[in-house]
């Protein structure tokens, strides 16, 4: 019998039923050792010598590997096909040489790319050594990742209290985010207009032209800068002659897109299905590793950890025979169609992210699936198979129109298109898609060059240039692949990253940089700038894909980057905090010291008038204050202009909205270190609340603060309970209360309007739909049923920190990445135990409750062996 060694437990599940009796599957539940957060655990004097650490649930399993292995025939290493799975096996192989239980046994490593029945024997046919340069690869990276992050946090720690952490990709992607908010602070709109005719042919409909020329000049976008100018040209056209200078149709093609890889299908899961970044790698996991489909699990997709484009030939073929059978010979391309990547430092030794089967198509699959996985399987099959169709074909038809009023004239242009094949769009009839989507759709009707047009009417439109859009996780994720910064397997652990330090917020799905994170830019983009530039960073990832090619040694790149970065840092300590605040102050004044609009310095103290403000530094982060200090004791949070004209602003920069009408006592808008507040009063007893999501501190005035120093607010009493319904503001956003239950509402504006009708209605539905929550207890996100061994239910909860297991009193934490979702009664009891929470044995043989009486009368002649009253109890709760 030979041990075979995968990362999870539905994997191993499935490869067992695959593989059969003569081999034992055995999960990782993924990283086995890792460095210790904590010095010394990569040593550059020791020549890079890394120490690693096992934690309590893995040494369990190590142990139990190791126990298999030592009874079996050989070791088979089937973790995951790219470099965290290399490492992965390393480690594991690692652990078993230092316990000496491998002796001379046979160690081999597999690959597969599907979890398929015919994948993983195929892979079990063709094994091969560990790949060295790859664990290299890895090594390199999580050194060089600790290095710089246990050597840059303590400086920032020291010279920049209330910061968090850096790290080599993160601080990198923190960049972007702040550059492109800098960017839309320095942007000043310009007003420009645009304007249209709407005309009509002596036999058809209407249509839009819009103008191009005037009195013989080329307009650009830009040009009519003014109503004035507008107008001119609007009032000449509403008395010009319109006349057909030429009509041009040009055919086209349009050529699909390649298939996913992980970053595009994030890409795409964020802009289409609003999913993030690690919500789309949750369901692309689950999706992976398999469903049960007819009493067997099956891997639908293959691993979506990949920057290959490129489809393994049998899958095309797979793929050109799904395309005659779905939609017809004519969408068929005489040849198979071959992509190459355009990404820097992408390696092609993995293939595309498709359907292991194109045969299960979304329709057929989406019994087995949930929402969210029925979902994101439709846009990966869709994509792979529009990867392989025709082109589309579509016909562009560009109409010149010339307008003429006495000596004055004009020239139009109006565009429109017809698909006169629609080739791959197919493919997404039913589905908006970026690649499905012509770049203008309007149609036009039948325009003949040189006939005269009826003029319908003409519009002249204002607009204004809108400065760069934020970030979204997808863009931001574009915009990492292109510059070649990071890996496709860390996006998403990036961007949660750098949300937990909160450096960013994300509000609409657009990333914004909190303050903090300006300040740690700054600082950085100040004096480590070499290491937060793009092409460094992107350097030092093309040698780690050299390192993992074997065309480097990883010591020697380690080597080359710490000489450097040690100098600098040590150079970096000897500063001075104030030397620090100075190049702040400089590189964050549009953020720290923005413009008042009156003239006025806007650095001058608004309080003293003397005094200059500064950034300065506290326990929680930095602030803006006045020199005078302690004589002047303004202060402003950073990034909060606030109303530094002194008008309705208190002496510690609060705003000051009025009054309460029955307490008399003072209103203000505060900020504090999570966030802006209003609070009522002073002291202890004063009542504060924080400003709902959404809502401003521009935006808020005395009735507003009044409205939500009011909350909870009591609705009216439950027709059938009698209780009252309370509506307010929690951690969790609004909600209703009653009778310790609650239930979401819809926005905050919800919470001052609902009536009693809706209040019923809105805890009904929530009690339809499995009751509402009691206080401090977390809804059941899954429930698993009964333990094995009894004792009560077990079910996936929702919690403070994250997502965990809950069995009686005992509550362990999912795997981070771990989708909720997805948590089997067999990985349930694993963490369980590993809690120490295993069921007493006394439940499992609880006597039923007819029982009881008996039970309890033999205790009181007997001795006290098995308490049969207590289990009894527990019996009947349960």
Not at 4 to 29: C, D, H, R
Request: charged share 30%; net charge neutral; glycine share 8%.
């Amino acid at each position: 019998m030979d041990v075979v060694v995968v990362e999870s437990p539905a994997k191993a599940k499935t490869i067992n039923k695959y593989l059969g009796k003569n081999f034992k599957v055995l999960a990782s539940f993924g990283h086995v050792r890792d460095l210790p957060a904590k010095d010394g655990s990569v040593l550059p004097d020791d020549d890079f010598s890394m120490s690693w650490s096992v934690d309590t649930a893995s040494s369990k399993r190590l142990s139990e590997i190791a126990t298999a292995v030592k009874a079996a025939d050989g070791l088979i290493l089937a973790t995951d096909p790219d470099r965290e799975g290399e490492a992965i096996s390393w480690h594991v192989l690692e652990v078993l040489r230092q316990k000496k239980v491998l002796k001379d046994k046979p160690v081999k490593r597999v690959v597969f790319n599907a979890i398929t029945k015919n994948a993983v024997l195929d892979a079990m046919a063709n094994p091969r050594d560990i790949d060295g340069p790859l664990v290299e690869a890895y090594l390199a990276r999580r050194a060089l990742d600790y290095l710089v992050g246990f050597t840059l946090s303590p400086v920032l720690w020291r010279k920049l209290p209330g910061a968090r952490s850096a790290g080599r990709v993160q601080s990198v992607a923190l960049r972007l985010v702040c550059d492109r908010e800098a960017e839309i602070e320095r942007f000043i709109r310009e007003e420009y207009w645009n304007i249209a005719a709407n005309l009509k042919t002596p036999r058809s409909d209407g249509f839009e032209a819009r103008l191009t020329g005037f009195e013989g000049k080329k307009l650009q976008r830009l040009d009519i800068k003014n109503e004035a100018q507008a107008t001119d040209i609007k009032t000449m056209l509403e008395g010009a002659d319109f006349k057909t200078l030429s009509v041009e149709a040009k055919p086209t093609k349009r050529n699909p897109g390649p298939p996913f890889t992980t970053s595009t299908l994030q890409q795409a899961a964020s802009s289409r299905l609003g999913f993030g970044a690690s919500r789309t790698m949750q369901v692309a996991q689950r999706l992976y590793e398999g469903v049960e489909i007819g009493g067997e699990t099956t891997g639908l997709i293959t691993y979506m950890r990949t920057d290959g484009v490129q489809m393994a030939p049998e899958a095309i073929e797979a793929a050109r025979d799904a395309i005659v059978d779905q939609f017809g010979n004519k969408y068929l391309p005489e040849k198979a169609r071959h992509y190459s990547t355009k990404a820097k430092n992408a390696q092609e030794a993995h293939e595309a992210v498709r359907p292991t089967d194109f045969s299960r198509t979304p329709a057929s699959v989406r019994q087995y699936l949930d929402a969210d996985q029925a979902r994101l399987y439709e846009l990966v099959w869709k994509r792979a198979i529009a990867s392989q169709m025709q082109a589309a074909d579509i016909e562009r038809t560009t109409v010149e129109i010339e307008a003429r009023n006495g000596s004055r004239a004009a020239t139009l242009r109006a565009v429109g298109s017809v698909v006169r094949f629609d080739g791959f769009i197919a493919a997404y009839t039913d589905q908006k898609e970026d690649d499905a989507e012509d770049e203008d759709g309007r149609r036009l009707p039948e325009i003949r060059s040189g006939e005269t047009m009826a003029r319908e009417s003409i519009v002249a439109t204002q607009h204004s240039t809108e400065p760069p859009a934020r970030y979204s996780e997808a863009s931001l994720i574009k915009k990492m692949e292109e510059l070649g910064i990071g890996r496709p397997s860390t996006y998403a652990s990036t961007l949660k990253t750098l949300e937990d330090r909160e450096y960013i917020t994300v509000d609409k799905r657009r990333l914004t940089p909190h303050s903090k994170g300006r300040i740690v830019t700054a600082f950085l983009e100040g004096f480590f700038d070499r290491y937060v530039e793009y092409d460094f960073t992107a350097g030092l990832e093309e040698k780690l894909d050299e390192i993992s090619d074997g065309k480097l040694a990883w010591k020697d790149v380690l080597r080359d980057f710490w000489r450097d970065f040690s100098a600098a840092v040590a150079d970096i300590k000897e500063l001075r905090v104030t030397e620090v605040l100075d190049a702040l102050n400089e590189d964050l004044a549009p953020l720290a010291f923005p413009d008042r609009g009156d003239g006025t310095d806007p650095r001058s103290c608004p309080k003293c008038g003397s005094g200059q403000l500064s950034l300065k530094l506290g326990k929680f982060g930095a602030f803006v204050g006045c020199s005078n200090y302690p004589e002047c004791s303004f202060t402003r949070q950073l990034g909060d202009a606030g109303n530094d004209n002194g008008s309705g602003e208190s002496e510690s920069g609060d705003r000051v909205l009025g009054k309460d009408p029955y307490t008399a006592e003072e209103i203000t808008l505060k900020s504090g270190r999570f966030g802006p507040y209003v609070q009522r009063g002073d002291g202890k007893e004063a009542k504060r609340s924080s400003l709902p999501k959404g809502w401003t501190p521009d935006s808020i005035d005395h009735e507003k603060a009044l409205a939500l120093l009011a909350l909870p607010r009591d609705v009216g009493q439950h027709p059938e309970s009698g209780k009252m319904i309370s509506a307010g503001l929690g951690r969790y956003g609004p909600f209703l209360l009653h009778d310790g239950k609650y239930a979401n509402l819809e926005t905050i504006e919800d919470v001052f309007s609902v009536g009693i009708n809706r209040a019923v209605s809105v805890i009904a539905e929530k009690a339809a739909k499995g009751g509402g929550r009691e206080r401090g207890t977390p809804a059941a996100l899954k429930d698993l049923g009964e333990h094995p061994d009894g004792g009560g239910a077990i079910t996936v909860r929702e919690g403070r920190y994250g997502p965990y297991v809950n069995f009686g009193k005992v509550n362990a934490t999912l795997p981070k990445g771990k989708d909720p979702a997805s948590v089997t009664v067999e990985e349930a009891v694993a963490l369980i135990a590993a809690k120490g929470g295993a069921a007493p044995a006394a439940r499992k043989k609880a006597p039923a409750r007819k029982a009881a009486a008996p039970a309890a009368a033999k205790k009181a002649t007997t001795t006290k062996k098995t308490p049969a009253k207590k289990p009894a109890a527990k019996a009947k709760k349960a």
